[in-house]
């Protein structure tokens, strides 16, 4: 029986290249066949499409690299909500940028694995150069850790916090994300303390007060750009706090860390560089391929709880020899090296490139909601905090908000999201397209309209 080739080795990208045809021809077909921002028809009709073109999953006699991949990479093109339509904005899902794309598959190929220096020699050593290098964004003599995501980098700052503190009380916001107080249970830590956020920011003079109650080790979450509405919590405000009464903090910037890149919106982030531990996702205004998640620590000695020994892996002898000790810089094992799309991002658009793209996709934004705010039969929430505007028809009650979601989904005609905002149900438009123009804005408005009721 003839054996699939290897996509590594220096016959590697011969194997490839005929594939890569297949696949890109797929990819084309399969955008082109949806014809949309998502399929049509809903999840009945998707899941019926779906198994008629997979038939049999796992044949006795496979079809050869060339059909499977044609087949299951149209079927999933096809049927995909595709970020890179502007007409699909719902969440923080980001469209990947091409060159991402192109390292991502440099890094499937290398399949170099960061548990261990024998399995990933330049590898670790371009993420330790990467890692310090986005860390020193913050804090100068900064280091950062590559996760999976703001999940991820949520729960090591939790964790980290415990490992000094023991049974840290956390402090968090009534708008912080849902992954924290999944993170303080996942560590078995007491109940989260929520602050209320009445503006959709955490409230400091009720911050004052729930860390005047509290006779214990706190860490106070803050968050940069909120999943519902983008909004920035007041970070110097919050600082001080946390400063005078003791208190550690973490700053959640998983969607508006990257403010960071850009001269223009820097400012918003003041604050920030007072936090112990940020959250920095890149597959969200970083344009990366999931995953590319950051934790990063002002003192890179707060690390050293992650500190792990597997003989295999890391051995004393092996260590003191001079081999680098990757265990403790994850809580995985086998673990990808997402920092090549990353650093390939990072070196190709430079931090002009970078911020170029975060200032046009913040003034997409603001002109979306010129267009809201100018609407006779819209309202607008509030001025964009960073890239994500709420809306809602005038006078429609919450099921007809609801409603017109679910029809524009199930018609295949656009992708907006929802969130609960000043006790009202929103329609959400999160933009992260920065080839979205003035004139997709208002054609996605018009969509709308369209699936109104009247
Ligand atoms: C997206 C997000 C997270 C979670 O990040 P994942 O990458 O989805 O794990 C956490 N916090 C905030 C504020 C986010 O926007």
Same mark, same amino acid.
Do not use: A, C, K
């Given at each position: 029986m003839h054996t699939p080739p290897l996509a590594g080795g220096p016959t590697g990208p011969c194997a490839l290249h005929p594939l890569l045809d297949v696949v890109l021809a797929a990819l084309r077909e399969g955008a082109v066949g949806r014809g949309g921002p998502l399929p049509h028809g809903g999840p009945e009709a998707v899941a019926v499409r779906v198994a008629a073109a997979v038939g049999e999953v796992f044949p006795s006699r496979g079809t050869g690299a060339e059909e499977a991949l044609s087949t299951l990479v149209r079927t999933l093109a096809e049927g995909a909500a595709d970020p890179a339509d502007p007409r699909c904005a719902a969440h923080l899902h980001t469209p990947p940028l091409a060159l991402a794309a192109a390292a991502d598959l440099a890094a499937c190929a290398l399949n %170099? *694995? #960061? @548990?261990s220096w024998d399995q990933a020699p330049a590898a670790a050593e371009l993420e330790a150069l990467v890692t310090r290098a986005l860390a020193a964004e913050f804090w100068p003599g900064g280091d950062a850790l590559v996760t999976s995501g703001g999940t991820e980098s949520n729960q090591l700052a939790l964790l980290l916090a415990r490992e000094r503190h023991g049974a840290v009380q956390l402090v968090q916001g009534a708008n912080a994300h849902h992954s924290l107080s999944r993170a303080a249970w996942l560590l078995g830590l007491p109940e989260p303390v929520t602050v209320p956020a009445p503006a959709g920011t955490l409230d400091p003079a009720s911050l004052d007060e729930a860390l005047t109650a509290l006779h214990r080790p706190s860490l106070v979450v803050a968050t940069a750009g909120t999943t519902d509405t983008g909004a920035v919590d007041p970070l110097p405000e919050i600082a001080a706090l946390c400063a005078r009464h003791g208190a550690e903090l973490h700053v959640d910037a998983a969607y508006g860390g990257p403010l960071i890149f850009s001269d223009t919106h820097r400012d918003r982030l003041r604050g920030l560089e007072h936090a112990h531990s940020v959250t920095l996702d890149l597959h969200k205004l970083g344009w990366q391929p999931v995953a590319a998640g950051l934790l990063a620590v002002r003192d890179p000695a707060r690390l050293a709880p992650l500190a792990h020994t597997a003989d295999y892996l890391n051995a004393d002898d092996d260590t003191e020899a001079g081999l680098p000790d #990757? #265990?403790?810089? *994850? #809580? !995985? $094992? $086998? !673990? !990808? %090296? @997402?920092v090549l799309k990353i650093a390939v991002t990072l070196r190709a658009l430079g931090r002009t490139g970078l911020a170029d793209l975060v200032d046009r996709t913040l003034a997409l934004a603001r002109s979306f909601a010129a267009l809201v705010a100018d609407h006779p039969a819209l309202d607008l929430y509030e001025q964009p905090a960073l890239s994500t505007v709420l809306f809602r028809p005038t006078g429609a009650t919450d099921d007809e908000v609801a409603g017109i979601r679910r029809a524009l989904l199930t018609e295949g005609r656009a992708v907006l999201g929802r969130a609960r905002a000043d006790g009202r149900l929103w329609l959400k438009a999160t933009l992260l397209n920065p080839h979205t123009t003035t004139g997709d804005l208002a054609q996605l408005l018009k969509t709308v309209e369209g699936s109104t009721p009247r």
């Open positions: %170099p *694995s #960061l @548990d #990757l #265990l403790g810089r *994850s #809580l !995985r $094992t $086998t !673990r !990808r %090296p @997402d």
